[in-house]
């Protein structure tokens, strides 16, 4: 197990710096994005050291920034984090043992430590990767958001980069393993085809929602 350990580790260390080096830059530019709108910079720091979730937090200042309500801001980032929610139920084993470790542990669960604690099949290693990963994305994002607020607009687009690419890169090939499985793969095509269909016609962030619809046809486990 320690050898296997060793041989993994590498490759989670790896892949958890590149997801932060991207989660850095997005998160600068959320920053940079808030204070060049005319919203106070301490906002966005708050914001990402309270919520912690990077689309439900663009979504929010999108919202602010677009003349809408606080009350909408906060209800457009709920309905994105609603999303988290299946997360919590399969990383439960994950989150620690009393309720400041749980709490603590739901705080960090975003797509990127779940697709990193889901790809591993051991309790223990879930766990430690889990936690390896949330803290190190919650310091990075922070850091991010935080030097993003301070430099206003002189960032630029972390798209120009092409590091908003790593994100959907790196979770595709830690849920590619999962996809052996019939049940998880017939799940996720569904999924994936609803997601596909209802793009056109519903507001970003609903049609990941609607793709948690694909869960019903996995049908039970044998």
């Given at each position: 197990m320690r050898s296997l350990y060793r041989t993994h580790a590498p490759r989670l260390l790896r892949d958890v710096a590149m997801v932060c080096l991207a989660d850095g830059?997005?998160?600068?530019?959320?920053?940079?994005?808030?204070?060049?709108?005319?919203?106070?910079a301490w906002l966005p720091v708050v914001m990402s050291l309270v919520v912690f979730a990077?689309?439900?937090?663009?979504s929010a200042v999108g919202v602010?920034?677009?003349?809408?309500?606080?009350?909408?801001?906060?209800a457009?980032?709920?309905l994105l984090n609603t999303r988290t929610v299946p997360f919590s139920l399969?990383?439960?084993d994950s989150l620690g043992?009393?309720?400041?470790?749980?709490?603590?542990?739901?705080h960090l669960i975003t797509d990127e430590t779940a697709a990193f604690a889901l790809a591993e099949d051991d309790p223990a290693r879930r766990r430690a990767t889990f936690r390896l990963s949330g803290l190190t994305l919650f310091i990075t994002w922070n850091l991010g958001v935080l030097a993003g607020s301070l430099v206003g607009t002189a960032l630029g687009d972390p798209g120009a980069l092409g590091l908003d690419a790593a994100y959907p890169a790196v979770l595709l090939?830690?849920?590619?393993?999962?996809?052996?499985?019939p049940r998880t793969r017939r799940a996720a095509l569904t999924g994936a085809a609803l997601a596909l269909a209802a793009t056109?016609?519903?507001?970003?962030?609903?049609?990941?929602?609607l793709a948690l619809a694909g869960v019903l046809t996995a049908g039970r486990p044998s």
């Open positions: 830059v997005i998160g600068a530019s959320f920053g940079a994005i808030t204070v060049a709108g005319g919203l106070p990077g689309a439900a937090q663009f602010l920034l677009a003349g809408g309500s606080p009350l909408a801001a906060a457009t980032g709920l399969a990383l439960t043992s009393g309720r400041a470790a749980r709490m603590l542990g739901a090939a830690l849920t590619l393993p999962a996809l052996r499985d056109p016609f519903l507001p970003p962030g609903l049609p990941v929602l």
